[in-house]
């Protein structure tokens, strides 16, 4: 079994920034790409940013604000937020695709969820 698990949410004035992490543990033999998705209350989950040994990618909404990178060793994938704001207010949820050796297939694991709010 894998556990993901997020930490680094919080309030934050807007234009501040917030570190997120998140901690991949359990049976894990690889993991192929990593990926932060939001959740905004009444809105459909969404794609943030994601990561893959061919490199990264990023909504729209987020590119140049925010940067995702990844510890390899630490399998812990981290997204640096700047430039925050109301609208970046959401749950934010860690997802990796695992190779966890019951086969060759990489399976989608989810963390917890951590509470992103930017307000003043």
């Known amino acids: 079994q894998v556990q993901l698990v997020e930490s680094g949410g919080g309030l934050v004035q807007p234009g501040g920034s917030l570190r997120l992490s998140c901690a991949a543990s359990?049976?894990?033999?690889?993991?192929?790409?990593m990926a932060w998705y939001r959740q905004a209350p009444g809105k459909q989950r969404e794609l943030v940013a994601f990561?893959?040994?061919?490199?990264?990618d990023y909504a729209d909404s987020v590119k140049g604000r925010f940067t995702i990178s990844r510890d390899n060793a630490k399998n812990t994938v981290y997204l640096q937020m700047n430039s925050l704001k109301a609208e970046d207010t959401a749950v934010y949820y860690c997802?990796?695709?695992?190779?966890?050796?019951?086969?060759?297939?990489?399976?989608?694991?989810w963390g917890q969820g951590t509470q992103v709010t930017v307000s003043s």
């Open positions: 997802n990796a695709a695992v190779v966890d050796g019951r086969d060759n297939r990489a399976r989608d694991y």
């Open positions: 990561i893959n040994g061919g490199g990264t």
């Open positions: 359990g049976t894990i033999f690889s993991i192929s790409a």
